[in-house]
């Protein structure tokens, strides 16, 4: 069986007076399948304490709402413009208790900006992560610190052989550490079994960290792991769940919205694609070969090919696509009429929404409203000297 061939396609259809006005290529969120998935996520957590799902896949206020109902109040963004809107969304849900880690080294302006928000939105607990101990003290006081640990990611944080620069960032960050950030987004070994393996190795040094950290009077508050990968392997590390005065997270966006690389990672683990791309059939180049109006400005290319699947039509491959098409080879059945309508899932959703300035929202096969990405891109930010 193909990827999503176990997909109903009566369950993604759009009405008829959507689909015959809609441009295409637009981005289309599936309010009932958002939900179907954060409540599964909850439910494999133990409770929404323990999720702290990264926006930088949702981007969008209304989708929000829909993981605040679920009970989450942790969120992990990567700009400050994830973090002023999501920070607007809490305030006006009237929430208390909630915290954002901007999982991003920041410097310079950007720093200073997420600090500004977070004296603007007093109530919502902001910190941000730190990988030196002399960086410390250029961190807005209002902030809190978590360690950024490289797990073997190479990509930020203080490689998992010096632990004692953690403990140094720990001290110079005193009453304002909020713990630790061990993400292992690496972590994509073929077979279930055998990334689990390669996870729970690398948390045995995390494990270590946390003791060394309690020992120096420096106890971690939150212990934040897991992107989409490896979260099924961080909640089944029972140390994890043990951990008295650490909190454990997992820290998954990707779930809320599902792809087709996600599929492939945890195909056991039962969660519908709920952003899509409605695209149309443009041209048909050669007698094995269509094309549609969603290029690689509308779904994101990085992740390699096929960018995408075809809802429903699991003999269509998606070749390499070019800014406003995408070819794709008609391997069996009938070759598409132009105007087909074809609803696409990206290979990778997080970047595919981000190319979108606005989204279509549907629930239960009814249009509910569109909706600008609101946290979309970046803020252009000069602070200016009094």
Known sequence: MALFDHLDLADYALPDDLRRDLSSPTLVVFLDKVRANVAHVVSACGGPERWQPHVKTT????????????????????TTREALVLAGVLDA??????????????????????????????????SVLCEDARAVASIPAVLEIFIDVNPGMDRTGIPRGRLADA????????PRLGGVHWYDGHQHADGYERRGADVHANYAIALDLLAQLEHADTPARVLITAGTPAFLHALDFAPFAALEQTTHRVSPGTV?????????????????????????????????????????????????????????????????????????????????????????????VCPTVNLADAAVLI?????????????RGHEVYLRRSP
């Open 59 to 78: 981007k969008i206020p209304r989708v929000w709402r829909e993981l605040v109902d679920a009970g989450i109040r942790s969120f992990k963004c990567a």
């Open 93 to 126: 849900a009237d929430i208390e208790d909630a915290e954002i880690l901007c999982a991003y080294p920041l410097v310079g302006p950007s720093l200073t900006r997420l600090g500004e928000i977070a004296e603007q939105h007093a109530r919502v607990k902001f």
């Open 167 to 174: 403990l140094d960032v720990a001290r110079a960050a005193g």
């Open 256 to 348: 809320v919205y599902h792809d087709a690389r996600s599929q492939t990672l945890n195909p056991a683990f039962a969660l519908q694609p709920a952003a899509l791309v409605f695209a149309r059939v443009v041209s048909q180049p050669t007698s094995t070969r269509v094309t549609v109006d969603a290029g690689s400005k509308a779904v994101a290319a990085e992740a390699g090919d096929p960018c995408a699947r075809v809802l429903g039509r699991s003999d269509l491959i998606a070749a390499p696509p070019s800014e406003e098409h995408l070819p794709l080879d008609v391997t069996s059945g009938d070759v598409p009429e132009r105007g087909t309508e074809l609803l696409l899932i990206p290979e990778h």
């Open 363 to 375: 629930e239960d096969g009814r249009l509910v409203e569109i909706v600008d990405v609101a946290a």
